[in-house]
């Protein structure tokens, strides 16, 4: 693609923390990983086989945690009919950042009739910490992409939730060549993060986005019907963009709720448009 062969042009000779870049490809009935280049903090684990044609692989972070002034650089394509299922080793940790934010950017390309599921483990921010978070997305319409984010609040020594002093989340996802999608999270806990509106005394939230030409109007009914099974303890709603998909956002108080019903309609998805069965991500 056009946007892939610019944009790595510009990352690599750039200073960052930790650089990844992988490309997928589709030979004979099988995804596998073509290139692969690592490196600083990032690195990324042998492709493992959860399902038979479909690698997983495992995004890991060798520095323990972020701190002040990290800048972080992904990028994976999958080619054409390549389907790949991505996460990380462990969570996110953000520590504490004096002089300069933490930032992410994220960037993935989609070619015809690819598939990539992305879940990464939560995001936990602890006190005052700052992070800024962009991931971008460009994708054929005939692509697949599903994506579940969750931010959580981590340990203070004061002992109280939210001491991080801000959380900014992007998220762009162009269809064709148009941006169709546009979400834009920012949490900041000194301007009632508990209120309503906000997180309404919840601690913890969680974001799906699936697009997708194969989730249709009867794939959204079967959503509601399960939807009734979802754990009482979470406060959630959903919508539907410009473009066929889903949009899903999660208030809970732990983050295994969010994980049951990410899983929920992942399984759900997995049914209904590729007739597979659900995959397990769980490292612990």
Avoid at 109 to 128: G, M, N, R, T, W
Wanted: proline fraction near 5%; charged fraction near 25%.
């Amino acid at each position: 693609m056009d946007e892939k062969a610019s944009i790595i042009g510009r990352v690599r000779g750039m200073n960052w923390s930790g650089l990844l870049q992988c490309t997928a490809v589709e030979k004979n009935g099988r995804t596998i990983v073509s290139d692969c280049y690592y490196e600083g903090a990032f690195k990324l684990a042998r492709p493992i086989y959860l399902h038979p044609s479909q690698p997983t692989i495992y995004l890991m972070h060798v520095g323990g945690g972020y701190v002040d002034g990290d800048r972080y650089k992904t990028e994976i394509s999958l080619q054409k009919q390549a389907r790949m299922i991505v996460t990380t080793q462990s969570a996110t940790k953000i520590y504490k950042t004096v002089k300069m934010p933490v930032q992410q950017y994220t960037s993935f390309f989609l070619d015809d009739q690819s598939v990539l599921e992305f879940f990464p483990d939560p995001v936990i921010a602890y006190e005052k910490a700052k992070f800024y978070q962009e991931t971008t997305v460009y994708m054929k319409a005939s692509a697949t992409f599903i994506y579940g984010d969750i931010i959580t609040p981590g340990w203070s020594e004061s002992g109280d939730l939210f001491r991080y002093d801000w959380i900014r989340s992007k998220l762009k996802i162009y269809h064709e060549g148009h941006l169709k999608l546009f979400d834009h999270l920012y949490l900041e806990p000194r301007k009632g993060i508990t209120d309503i509106f906000q997180m309404e005394g919840y601690t913890y939230i969680g974001s799906l986005f699936v697009v997708s030409p194969l989730i249709t109007k009867d794939v959204l009914k079967k959503l509601e019907k399960i939807a009734a099974h979802f754990p009482n303890e979470a406060h959630f709603g959903w919508s539907t963009p410009t473009v066929p998909g889903l949009v899903v956002r999660i208030l809970a108080r732990e983050t295994y709720i969010i994980e049951v019903i990410f899983q929920l309609i992942h399984q759900l998805i997995r049914e209904e448009c590729f007739q597979e069965g659900p995959i397990f991500l769980r490292k612990y």
